[in-house]
């Protein structure tokens, strides 16, 4: 075991100047999750690791990050492994993660090893920074449970939502959007699984809350771009919103978070502008994010690097 002195010298931190992008060069990271605790800002990021070159995905871990201004990240060593889950076969694909009643949800999409297809777990702890620990040693979602595509892979992206009345939701999908209410334990489904009815949806569903309204923002078209809806409930109905951020030029995904922190609004995504970036070399990026008249998000521009 390491010393704590030890231990400490292994935060890696790097400033993130004003709008200078990305989170890291040192790695390539996508798909963030972001969480506000206790005057900081945590993201949980898909580490990477494809080779140049690479067709596929290589993702095998999620790397966490902390900040307390947004432009100074930690690294804090520890991360997330997929074999935290015993019943994953392998890739650490988008997370989404929340606090309740002083404990840390960390939903996450794997690789079922004996149900074909993706799957949905969900991971908790006692510190933002883990360890994290398999809430259930089962899948929440499994493809065997949502058969309306013929993909293996529609069952993705989790976004988990607490609404004010203590009420959990978990949107994901891929192709289809879905929904379902969580128990107060935050590790069961609590009723049926319900469809979003969309065109155009491909993934990377994102459920928030902003002056009284709902927001559920997702990926459309492909390449794709992040649009939003808004509705007066945590499940609609929904009022289709407008366009938050245009397609990347080099990878056709862009998965997002948005947040509140310190009276500013972010968007957190991903985008491969690194050297050698690409489909599966991705870099998550932050902008400033602006309400308008009515609740209107404006048009986000990505900073250049
Ligand atoms: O990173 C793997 C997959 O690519 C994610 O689950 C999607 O949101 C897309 O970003």
Redesign the pocket.
């Known amino acids: 075991m390491l010393k704590p002195l030890i231990a400490a010298t292994l935060l890696a931190t790097t400033a993130l100047a004003g709008a200078a992008n990305p989170l890291t060069s040192r790695i390539f990271t ?2 963030p999750a972001a969480l506000v605790d206790n005057g900081r800002v945590y993201l949980y990021v ?1 580490h ?1 690791e494809a080779p140049v070159g690479g067709k596929d ?1 290589v ?1 095998n871990e999620w790397k966490v990050f902390s900040s307390c201004d947004m432009q100074h990240w930690t690294e804090h060593p520890a991360g997330v492994p997929f074999s935290t889950f015993k019943w994953a076969a392998r ?4 997370s989404d993660v929340t606090k309740r009643n002083g404990k840390y949800y960390l939903y996450v ?1 794997v690789e079922h090893k004996t149900i074909p297809g ?1 799957a949905i777990g969900v991971a908790v702890s006692d510190s933002p920074t883990g360890p994290f620990v398999d809430a259930r040693g089962t899948a929440l979602i499994t493809n065997d449970m949502t058969h309306e595509t013929e993909i293996s ?1 529609d069952d ?2 989790p976004a988990i939502f607490v609404d004010d009345d203590g009420q959990a939701y978990l949107y994901w999908g ?1 192709t289809v959007m879905k929904y379902a209410k969580l128990k107060a334990n935050m590790t069961e489904l609590d009723g049926p699984i319900h469809t979003v009815g969309l065109d155009q949806f ?3 569903s994102y459920l928030h809350k902003h002056a009284g309204k709902y927001y559920l923002s997702y ?1 459309r078209k492909w390449p ?1 771009e992040t649009v939003y809806m808004t509705g007066p409930t945590a499940t609609g109905p929904w009022s289709y919103g407008g366009v938050i951020m245009e397609k990347n030029t080099n990878v ?4 997002h978070a948005i947040i509140d922190f310190n009276g500013k609004s972010y968007i957190i995504y ?1 985008n491969g502008k690194l050297p050698t970036g690409g489909d599966y070399r ?1 870099s998550v990026a932050i902008e400033e994010l602006h309400y308008g008249p009515n609740g209107k998000i404006l048009p986000v521009p990505q900073t250049e690097q």
Do not use: L
């Not at 056709?252 to 998965?255: A, L």
């Open positions: 996508a798909d898909g990477d995905y993702m890739d650490a694909w988008a999409t993706k892979w993705i992206d891929n491909t993934e990377a990926s794709e056709g995904t862009i998965h991903h991705r």
